[in-house]
């Protein structure tokens, strides 16, 4: 097996994505893609349904799309950036292609080497017992000992670093190559967060737009059904009387820093009255609003902690291409899903995780438009 891999949300696709999917297919390689499922890593439901989604990755340039389980898809950068590696190692991916502001693959090398030191994590801990956040600690400690803390301060080259990170840490034979972006988007989030704001406006017109015509004609078809775009708000009420029921302790499993931080976030809850409350008392300089609505959207979900690696490939869209390399994979071992019927025969984690996700699945179509629970059950992959 050998093939190109991607990590990615696509919430949605948009021209960025398709040039970035188009430049891992240059080699003619399959492209692989590991995508968030219902949730994403920004905390809350992404803005189509994951087979919606995979179908559009296999319009404009995939051959096979993964999902990506929400403890890894919800979880930090770090944990993110592993789970997505860890799935793409599995599917047979040797090359992994990922946007950056930099597009220096060298500099993010060096980069992911340093921060894996043992030393340079300690450091990092003193300047945050000193008082200063993750993300600012690191940075200083990483431009301090190599002269490249400055692609800290740009996302898509945080996340670049994660995934070389992960391929070290994983002593994996893989190769990486890096595209430029100039949107300086996160994750592709500067366009997809347009799309998004326009959708929520009732612009469809402008948000189709800024998509590949591919992936317009579908978001427009899962619209005309009343099945996208998901609104946050639609879970709000649901969510606040879940953290409402929850006692301090209660949050505690979701503080991934281990920092106290479910404490603030439980008086947060306590005094807040809507989601948007709730964020704004908790955010600090070093809690910022990122974490805590994942930890949020967290409890909410009662979601575990990420394992060490994610139990099965659940299939959600292939091409050709893509069946032959499932094929392959077949061949070889990997524990491939492609009928949620079939999960039993690869083991209780496997079987475990699969049956909470179909859980939160229920969840998300209340976002969108509200179905019956089970709809993960009887979802089959989409083949084109």
């Known amino acids: 097996m050998d093939a190109v891999g991607v990590v990615c949300e696509f919430d949605p696709l948009h021209r960025g994505h398709e040039a970035l999917l188009r430049r891992a297919g240059a080699s003619g390689r399959p492209v692989v893609c590991a995508m968030s499922g219902n949730f994403t890593q920004r905390g809350g439901p992404a803005c189509a349904e994951k087979f919606v989604r995979a179908e559009m990755a296999v319009r404009c340039g995939a051959d096979l799309v993964a999902e990506l389980p929400t403890p ?204 948007g409350d709730i964020l704004t008392r908790a955010t600090t300089k070093r809690y910022p609003t990122a974490r805590v609505r994942r930890m949020l959207w967290a409890a909410f979900l009662n979601l575990e902690p990420p394992s060490a690696e994610v139990p099965y490939i659940r299939v959600l869209a292939a091409t050709e291409a893509g069946r032959k390399l499932l094929r392959q994979m077949q061949d070889s071992g990997v524990p491939v899903l492609t009928k949620a019927a079939d999960v039993g025969r690869l083991g209780p984690a496997a079987q475990a995780l699969f049956t909470r996700e179909a859980r939160r699945t229920d969840v998300y179509t209340l976002a969108a438009s509200p179905l019956p629970c089970g709809s993960d059950w009887r979802k089959t992959p989409v083949m084109v």
């Open 72 to 275: 890894w898809a919800m979880a930090t950068a770090e944990k993110f950036a592993d789970g997505g590696v860890s799935l793409l190692s599995l599917c047979g991916v040797k090359t992994l292609c990922f946007g950056s502001e930099c597009g220096d693959i060298d500099a993010l090398w060096t980069a992911a080497e340093v921060l894996l030191r043992e030393d340079i994590h300690r450091a990092i801990r003193a300047e945050m017992d000193g008082g200063l956040p993750y993300a600012a600690a690191r940075q200083g400690v990483l431009e301090r000992e190599a002269g490249c803390g400055g692609l800290l301060a740009q996302p898509n080259n945080t996340l670049a670093v994660e995934y070389l990170k992960a391929i070290c840490r994983r002593g994996l034979a893989a190769d990486a190559v890096t595209v430029r972006r100039e949107d300086g988007g996160h994750h592709g989030a500067a366009s997809a967060s347009q799309i998004r704001a326009l959708l929520a406006a009732g612009q469809a017109a402008d948000a189709f737009a800024l998509m590949p015509p591919a992936a317009a004609d579908i978001l427009g078809r899962e619209m005309q059904k009343g099945l996208a775009p998901a609104d946050p708000a639609q879970l709000e009420t649901a969510m606040l009387a879940r953290l409402r029921l929850m006692s301090e302790t209660d949050f505690a499993p979701y503080d991934g820093g281990g920092e106290g931080l479910y404490r603030r976030v439980y008086r947060a809850v306590q005094a807040g009255v809507s989601l």
